[in-house]
């Protein structure tokens, strides 16, 4: 007999299981679906809740980045503070031991949390079915159990998109995953992909001493970001080691003995490099195979997104998918904001997300964080905006802290001086952009900014002059 309750989650991600727990605090009873297993150590194969995010994801990657980062302070910053270190070296199993603690003290909470709200957790692939019943399957698809509620909320994620010539084998050519698991630092490492992920990962073994070359299909670098901000990446990841090549079409890989050679065509020539390992980081897709019966009336469109209107209900009554595998961008964040507002919505409350006000972070050094708009989106829509910047070269702190690289850009509406986006690079910028998405959710001026008094010396002085130099005010830089 199937069990009942009022609401399955499908999916123990960030959307997932934020959703669950918020359902469960509000009095709902709730059961949470997800197949995901540790893979460290003598846990392998036991469940691990998080999704993607915390086990393979978003926390493993932010521990590889910190200790690629203290190692590689110690031999280039360090020197600087009159601090020598002699033989500095790097412990790979040791750096992986310690990421791999971090995460699984993080996906234990989790279960912790469960455990205190009352959640239901089920190890295995949920799948939808008609009346509003899932079928929970084990690795080999059979039915191990069947449950049924008032409610399902769909928040399977995402996994990394494979190109059809060059298939992971896990040992040469490697996803996100992968990357995170290294058991040494590959002497040449070749990345297709220059996005988000691609960056991330080319720091970290770049930090630690291996030759990366990053080949970018696109002939801009970082689209996404706004084009000053871009522009200032790319030359400061350039000074790091990264080689950076763009409009790079990778059209074939050969692995040998000797090792991977990789054929791309760059400005209709044709040009190859050997790498010792390739990472394939050009972007992630919905995890939405086998999650839906044909017959359960949950559309799917080309793209295997989970079509919802604005509030993530689908076209099937109590039906709702929320996180990566739904429109918008894959954050985590947002996926999560977007589970306790469906959670909020099904008990009969008020569930809100600003779509207009997400946070983006790209957790290189330096840093990259942004609000809002792009000036160049701004002026492709027509809108008349002003626009200033200032330097962390010019804030104390940021030359104590031997970081004076990067700036923070902002703009404003040319009228009403309605913020409209904050562009940050430099350190900490993860940190610095909370204050924008706050004064951008309440609708703030740069004016605003400008007359909020902020410590000093700190980096947070460069949000402050900047909102200052929208107006040509910034007092420790020439408007």
Same mark, same amino acid.
Request: proline share 4%; glycine share 10%; charged share 20%.
């Given at each position: ?89 790097? *412990? ?15 996906? *234990? ?19 939808? !079915? ?105 030359? $400061? ?32 020539? *044709? ?69 306790? #507002? ?38 492709? $829509? ?10 962390? #070269? ?15 850009? !902002? ?12 562009? !940050? ?14 004064? !951008?959710?309440? $609708? ?36």
């Amino acid at each position: 007999m199937a069990m009942s309750f009022d609401v399955i989650v499908i999916g123990a991600g960030p959307g997932g299981y934020v959703a669950a727990i918020r359902c469960a605090q509000l009095g709902l009873t709730t059961v949470c679906i997800d197949s995901q297993a540790k893979q460290n150590g003598g846990q392998k194969g036991k469940p691990s809740l998080g999704g993607t995010c915390l086990n393979i994801g978003c926390i493993p990657s932010k521990a590889l980045l910190d200790s690629s980062e203290q190692y590689h302070n110690i031999i280039h910053q360090f020197p600087a503070h009159g601090i020598s270190v002699d033989n500095a070296a790097i *412990d790979v199993a040791k750096m992986q031991a310690r990421k791999d603690n971090i995460v699984s003290g993080l996906t *234990d909470g989790i279960a912790q949390l469960f455990k205190a709200n009352k959640v239901m957790s089920v190890h295995g692939h949920g799948r939808v !079915m008609q009346d509003n019943t899932v079928n929970v399957l084990d690795d080999s698809g059979k039915i191990i159990q069947t449950l049924i509620a008032r409610e399902i909320i769909l928040a399977p994620g995402s996994v990394p998109i494979e190109l059809p010539d060059m298939p992971f084998d896990h040992e040469f050519i490697v996803d996100s995953t992968g990357a995170l698991s290294f058991d040494h630092v590959p002497k040449r490492l070749g990345i297709i992909g220059a996005g988000v992920i691609g960056l991330e990962l080319g720091s970290v073994w770049n930090r630690l001493g291996s030759e990366v070359v990053v080949l970018e299909a696109l002939d801009d670098f970082l689209v996404v970001a706004d084009q000053q901000i871009a522009r200032e990446a790319k030359k $400061q990841f350039t000074k790091q080691g990264l080689d950076i090549r763009m409009g790079a079409v990778v059209k074939k890989i050969d692995i040998d003995e000797g090792g991977i050679r990789m054929s791309y065509t760059q400005k209709d020539r *044709d040009n190859n490099i050997e790498v010792d390992r390739i990472v394939v980081a050009v972007g992630r897709r919905p995890a939405t195979d086998g999650l839906l019966s044909p017959d359960c009336g949950v559309a799917i469109n080309q793209g295997g997104f989970i079509e919802v209107d604005d509030q993530c209900k689908t076209d099937v009554p109590h039906i709702w998918a929320v996180g990566d595998a739904v429109r918008g961008p894959m954050l985590a964040h947002k996926s999560a904001e977007e589970g306790v #507002a469906v959670a909020e919505r099904i008990a009969g409350s008020v569930g809100h997300v600003d779509f207009n006000c997400v946070p983006w972070v790209i957790y290189t050094s330096p840093e990259i964080a942004w609000v809002g708009q792009t000036e160049k989106e701004l002026k492709k $829509q027509g809108i008349e905006i002003k626009t200033g910047s200032f330097p962390f #070269a010019a804030t104390g702190r940021a030359r104590a802290m031997e970081q004076p690289i990067g700036l923070v850009k !902002m703009i404003a509406d040319k009228h009403t001086d309605r913020l409209l986006g904050v562009h !940050m690079i430099g350190p900490h910028v993860s940190e610095l952009i909370g204050e924008c998405v706050l004064a !951008m959710a309440y $609708q703030a001026s740069s004016e605003d900014i400008a007359r909020t008094i902020h410590a000093h010396p700190t980096l947070s002085e460069a949000t402050h002059e900047a909102a200052l130099a929208v107006d040509k005010r910034a007092i420790h830089k020439v408007n």
